[in-house]
C-alpha cells in the first residue's frame, strides 16, 4: 500500500544498476511533460477538498481512520523546496539545449575508453520509488545522514538545529552546495527529524497542494565525478596523515613497477634453463617486500646475489650439456652397433620362434602318448612276471610234492594216488632227465643233484608267451605311426637340443635344458626297454641305439678333459639310467628275480656292479639304488622263508635219500647266491642272512645228521662258497661253523687211510678260519 494519494499516471519503474569501482546506483525515470503536469494538479487540488482519509490500518466497517500530520517544520521545509524548484524551471531551458550525445572518458594505464551517453530526460519520482530513492536521507532521527569522508561540515545544518537564525551568507551558501549537489545528481534532505511515526512521510499541503511536485534526479555523471575528485584532492592535502600515506603509497608503487620490470628481464634471460627459471622466479619474490622500504644498495646486493645464483645455475647446465653430450656419442655409438647386429639377432628371433614351436609340439606329443607307453609297459611286466611266478610256484609244489613222496615211502611206503600228483612227478622226472643228457653232451664237470634251476617251460606254454609278446610288439610299432621322425626319434630330438646349445649356450643353461632333456627323452626309452629283461636275456644296455646317441651328445673330436669337465651335459646318460634303468631293475627284482636261480643272479649282480661303477649318480645318496637294494633284500628273505626246507628225519639222513641231498645242494646253491651280493650289499645285512639265517639254521643242522665222510664234503663245499674275508676275519657268525669242523677233525681217525683226505680238507678249513 503506497503512502501518498497519486495521480493517475504513467510511471516508469527506475532501473537499477552496480558500479564495482564506486558501489553507487545509477537510474533513468521519464519526466512526464509541463502541461500534463499542471493538468494533474488541478486534479489533485479537486480530490484535495473532498478530505477522504489517506491511509487506513483497519476495515471500512470500523469507521476509524489514520491520517499522518504535518509539522511545522516540515511546512517550513516544503516552502524551501518549492523556491528551489522554481530555480529548478530557469534552468530547465539550458538542458534541453544540452548535447545530444556526452562523451565519458575513462582513463586506464594502458587505453582511454570514450563512451558516448544519449541524453535522458530529468527523472521524476513518486510514491514508493521517491521513499525507496529517500529513504536514506529521511530516515528517523537516531540515524546519521551519510557523508563523503572528504565533505566539508554542513554549518547551515548546525545552525538550524540550534535554533539561530542563519544570516544572508549562510543561506546563499546553502543554495550554492545544494544546487551544486543538485547538479550532480545528489539527494538534498528537506527535513532533519522525522514525524513521530517514523518511516512515514506526509507530503501534503493544504494550501497550494505542492504535495504533487517531484524532485528532479537528474544524474550527471561527468559533473558529479569531477566534483567529487577535486574535493577527494582537497581533502587529502588538508589531511596531514593522509598526504603521508599517500605518499607512501607512491613509493611503494614506484618501487614495485621497478621490480617487476627487473623480474621480466630476469625471467627473459633464464628462458633457456628450468632450474635458473625456478631461482629467478621465486628470489624477486622473497627480495621485494611491499611493506618495507628498499635502499638501493640493498636492491644492488639482491641483484648481485641474483647474478651469482645464474652463474652457478649457467655452469650446471654447462656441465648437463657436456654429459648430454656424451650421453648422445654414447648412444648413437650404441645405435650403430645395435644396427650391425640386428639381422643376426632377427636369426636369434628367429630361431627361437622354430625351437618354441617345436618343443611345444614335441611336449604335446609325448603328454599324449606316456599313458599309452605306461600302458604297455605294464603289461610287458604282468607278462614277465605270470612267467617268473609260475616258475617259482611249480618248483614249491614240487618240492611239497617230494617231501610227500619221501615220507609215505619211509613210513608206509605207498605211491601217490593222485592223478595231478602223478603228472607233475612225471614232467618233473622228464625235465630233470632232458638236462641231464644236456650236461653230458656238453661235457660238464661233475654236477650235483639239486644245484640247476628247473626253468623249462613247455612248448604250448612258450607259443601262449610268444603270442602276448608279438601283440605287445606290434602296439608298440603302432605307438609313434602317425608322429613324424622329428618327434619319434631320440637322435631327431637330440639334434634339435644340440643346435640350440651351439647357438646358445648361456641361454641353454639358464632355461635349464640340461635338466629337462632327460624328461623328454625318458618315454622314448621306456618305450624301447619294454621287453628288455637282463634276468633272462643277454642283451645289455650299452648296445642300444639310444644309449650311444645320450653318450655321445655334445662331445666334439677336440674334446679335453678340461672342456669335457665343464659340459653341462656330462651327466646326461648316468641322469637317464638312475631315473629309467634303476627304477626298470627294481621292478625286475620285485617280480621277476628267482634268487634260487644263479644265473639270475650273477646277472643282476654283473649289472648293477658295472652300473655302480660306471655312472657316477649311483651313490649312496641315490634313492633309486637304495630302493633296488632293499628290493633284492626283501627278495632274499622270502625265498628263505619259503624256499628252503631240508628234511631231518634220521630214516632219510641214514638212506641218503636224493631228495635230502637235493634239497640240502638247495640250500647250497642259495648260500652261494646270496654270498654273491658280498661287496655289493652291506657285508653286515648279508652276514645276518647268509650265516644266521641259512648256514648255521639249516645248513650245519643237516650236517649233524650225515655220515662223517658226507659231512666232511658238505663242510668242504660250505668252505668254498663261503667268501675268504668272511673266513678271515672270525667273524661271530662263523662260530658254529668252526666248532662244527673241529669236531669232524676231532672225530676222524688219523690210522684211517679212507680218512686221511677227509683230515686234510678240514685242516685246511681250520686253517683259514685261524688265519
Not at 521524476?124 to 546519521?144: P, W
Not at 643233484?449 to 602296439?475: A, C, P
Not at 650225515?706 to 672270525?730: E, G, H, M
Not at 661253523?737 to 681250520?766: A, T
Amino acid at each position: 500500500m503506497s503512502l501518498f494519494r497519486k495521480p493517475k499516471k504513467t510511471i516508469q519503474r527506475r532501473v537499477f544498476t552496480e558500479n564495482d569501482d564506486e558501489e553507487e546506483e545509477s537510474m533513468e525515470v521519464e519526466e512526464q511533460p509541463h502541461h500534463d503536469r499542471e493538468h494533474k494538479k488541478k486534479d489533485s487540488k479537486s480530490k484535495h477538498k473532498q478530505k477522504q482519509p489517506l491511509l487506513s490500518f483497519e476495515t471500512e466497517e470500523e469507521g476509524e481512520v489514520f491520517q499522518v500530520k504535518k509539522s511545522s517544520h516540515s511546512k517550513k521545509v516544503m516552502k524551501m523546496f518549492e523556491k528551489e524548484r522554481m530555480k529548478k524551471k530557469e534552468t530547465k531551458v539550458e538542458k534541453d539545449n544540452y548535447k545530444s550525445k556526452v562523451k565519458t572518458e575513462i582513463v586506464t594505464d594502458d587505453l582511454v575508453l570514450v563512451v558516448n551517453h544519449k541524453p535522458t530526460p530529468p527523472l521524476i519520482l513518486s510514491g514508493r520509488d521517491a521513499l525507496c530513492a529517500g529513504k536514506d536521507d529521511l530516515s528517523s532521527e537516531d540515524e546519521e545522514p551519510t557523508t563523503h569522508k572528504f565533505s566539508k561540515p554542513d554549518n547551515f545544518k548546525k545552525v538550524l538545529e540550534s535554533g539561530a537564525i542563519p544570516d544572508a551568507a549562510m543561506i546563499h551558501a546553502a543554495r550554492k552546495r545544494r544546487q551544486r549537489a543538485r547538479e550532480m545528481g545528489d539527494f538534498i534532505p528537506v527535513e532533519e527529524d522525522e514525524p513521530e511515526d517514523k518511516g512515514r512521510l506526509m507530503r501534503e499541503d493544504d494550501n497550494d497542494g505542492s504535495d504533487d511536485e517531484r524532485i528532479d534526479m537528474d544524474v550527471n555523471l561527468t559533473l558529479r565525478d569531477q566534483e567529487r575528485r577535486r574535493e577527494q584532492f582537497l581533502a587529502a592535502q588538508e589531511s596531514d596523515q593522509e598526504v603521508d600515506e599517500w605518499e607512501h603509497q607512491q613509493i611503494r608503487k614506484g618501487v614495485t613497477g621497478a621490480s617487476a620490470s627487473l623480474s621480466s628481464d630476469l625471467v627473459y634471460n633464464e628462458f633457456q634453463s628450468e632450474t635458473s627459471q625456478q631461482q629467478l622466479t621465486t628470489i624477486p619474490a622473497q627480495a621485494i617486500d611491499p611493506g618495507v622500504p628498499r635502499t638501493p644498495q640493498m636492491i644492488a646486493d639482491k641483484l648481485r646475489e641474483h647474478y651469482e645464483g645464474v652463474c652457478a645455475s649457467r655452469e650446471m647446465n654447462i656441465k648437463k650439456l657436456q654429459q648430454t653430450q656424451q650421453d648422445i656419442e654414447q648412444i648413437t655409438s650404441e645405435l650403430d652397433e645395435l644396427k650391425t647386429k640386428a639381422p643376426k639377432a632377427a636369426e636369434r628371433f628367429k630361431f627361437y620362434q622354430e625351437l618354441r614351436g617345436y618343443i611345444t609340439d614335441l611336449v604335446e606329443c609325448l603328454d599324449e602318448k606316456v599313458g599309452i607307453i605306461a600302458n604297455l609297459e605294464q603289461r610287458a611286466m604282468d607278462q614277465l612276471a605270470k612267467r617268473s611266478e609260475w616258475l617259482i610256484e611249480r618248483r614249491r609244489q614240487d618240492v611239497r610234492d617230494q617231501a610227500e613222496e619221501a615220507t609215505n615211502r619211509a613210513g608206509m611206503k605207498k605211491g601217490p594216488e593222485d592223478e595231478e600228483k602223478i603228472r607233475r612227478a612225471a614232467e618233473r622226472e622228464g625235465r630233470r632227465t632232458r638236462r641231464r643228457r644236456a650236461r653230458e653232451i656238453g661235457g660238464q664237470p661233475k654236477h650235483v643233484e639239486g644245484m640247476s634251476s628247473d626253468d623249462e617251460i613247455s612248448q604250448q606254454d612258450v607259443l601262449n608267451f610268444d603270442k602276448e609278446r608279438e601283440q605287445i610288439e606290434s602296439e608298440i610299432q603302432d605307438v609313434f605311426e602317425d608322429v613324424v621322425e622329428d618327434y619319434s626319434s631320440v637322435a631327431n630330438i637330440l639334434i634339435k637340443f644340440e643346435e640350440w646349445r651351439e647357438n646358445d649356450i648361456a641361454a641353454y643353461n639358464e632355461a635349464y635344458a640340461t635338466l629337462c632333456l632327460p624328461k623328454v627323452v625318458s618315454p622314448l626309452v621306456r618305450l624301447d626297454l619294454i621287453f628288455w629283461d637282463p634276468l633272462n636275456d643277454s642283451v645289455d644296455i650299452e648296445r642300444l641305439e639310444w644309449y650311444r646317441t645320450l653318450a655321445l651328445y655334445g662331445l666334439h673330436d677336440d674334446e679335453s678333459e678340461i672342456t669335457l669337465a665343464q659340459d653341462p651335459d656330462i651327466n646326461l646318460l648316468p641322469t637317464i639310467v638312475e631315473k629309467i634303468i634303476i627304477p626298470k631293475l627294481t621292478q625286475l627284482v620285485d617280480r621277476c628275480w628267482d634268487p634260487l636261480s644263479s644265473s639270475q643272479t650273477l646277472k643282476l649282480v654283473g649289472i648293477i656292479t658295472r652300473y655302480v661303477r660306471k655312472f657316477p649318480t649311483l651313490g649312496p645318496a641315490s634313492k633309486a639304488l637304495s630302493n633296488l637294494f632293499n628290493a633284492i633284500l626283501h627278495k632274499m628273505k622270502c625265498s628263505l622263508e619259503h624256499d628252503v626246507f631240508i628234511p631231518l628225519t634220521p630214516k632219510l639222513i641214514e638212506s641218503k635219500s636224493p631228495f635230502f641231498q637235493r634239497q640240502f645242494a638247495s640250500g647250497l646253491k642259495l648260500l652261494k647266491n646270496i654270498t654273491s651280493w658280498q661287496g655289493v650289499l652291506n657285508d653286515n645285512t648279508l652276514k645276518e642272512l647268509a650265516l644266521n639265517s641259512l648256514l648255521n639254521r639249516y645248513l650245519l643242522s643237516a650236517v649233524k645228521f650225515c655220515l662223517l665222510t658226507d659231512a666232511v664234503s658238505k663242510v668242504s663245499l660250505i668252505s668254498l662258497i663261503l667268501p675268504r674275508i668272511w673266513l678271515q676275519s672270525n667273524t661271530p657268525e662263523l662260530k658254529m661253523f668252526s666248532n662244527n669242523v673241529l669236531n669232524l677233525s676231532q672225530q676222524l681217525d688219523k690210522n684211517n687211510p679212507l680218512h686221511l683226505e677227509s683230515i686234510e680238507i678240514l685242516n685246511n678249513i681250520l686253517k683259514t678260519l685261524r688265519t
